[in-house]
């Protein structure tokens, strides 16, 4: 994805990428993964009453009841989709309120980076500097951008298998076969131009071993 300013609009879509500083890792463990899945959910919201780190603090009670009234909140960004890749992290967002992806992408990314310091005892970056935005312009850009985020598993070999690829379980794809997943993401924007789950499944399907084999050779065509 190249680098480039993008001004963010409300109601606009983009696909955000944001990298582990090399050689390092952003996810070393399925805890990690969780953690970072959680704190997207979190800091969507407009108005979240105090840090994630301090909300896990809490009796599972009271988190179930802050999390419960944060959702009559209105969103910063509309989580369209996203998959977690063990160096990256993709995301397909709406900007819902004035600013609402710059805030939310500065506050998942600072608080993930104080879990992982506090959690390996380190300190320094985690993230490779700002991330990258691509604005999304048209509703086949839109599909295909979704369907070319939701492959990153299969087409860097992850994923062995096509058919397992809504098994992967760090990525949104997982919250249409199994809704209660996660509940991150807002389905209904997929789903209201498939039709189906069954649908946009076929339709992610049907691509992967073209981005597969593009994925072998893109080192060779980009700069």
Not at 118 to 133: P, S
């Amino acid at each position: 994805m190249p680098r480039r300013f993008v001004r963010f609009v409300n109601d606009g879509f983009y696909h955000i990428l944001n990298r582990s500083i090399y050689p390092n890792k952003l996810f070393l463990e399925e805890s990690n993964y969780a953690k970072a899945i959680d704190t997207l959910n979190y800091y969507r919201f407009s108005k979240v009453p105090f840090s994630f780190s301090r909300l896990k603090q809490l009796h599972p009670a009271q988190q179930s009841s802050i999390l419960a009234e944060l959702r009559k909140n209105p969103q910063l960004v509309a989580v369209i989709g996203f998959c977690l890749m063990p160096n990256h992290v993709h995301l397909l967002l709406k900007q819902k309120m004035d600013f609402g992806i710059s805030r939310f992408i500065a506050n998942f990314q600072n608080s993930y980076t104080r879990y992982i310091n506090i959690k390996n005892e380190r300190k320094g970056y985690v993230f490779e500097g700002t991330f990258k935005a691509v604005s999304v312009v048209s509703d086949a850009q839109l599909i295909h951008t979704y369907r070319y985020i939701i492959l990153n598993p299969y087409s860097s070999g992850i994923v062995k298998k096509i058919d397992n690829i809504e098994k992967y379980p760090y990525s949104s794809l997982i919250e249409y076969a199994n809704p209660e997943k996660y509940n991150v993401s807002d389905t209904a924007y997929m789903l209201d131009r498939f039709g189906s789950y069954e649908n946009l499944k076929n339709f992610i399907q049907d691509n992967a071993e073209h981005q597969k084999a593009f994925e072998k050779i893109k080192h060779l065509v980009l700069d």
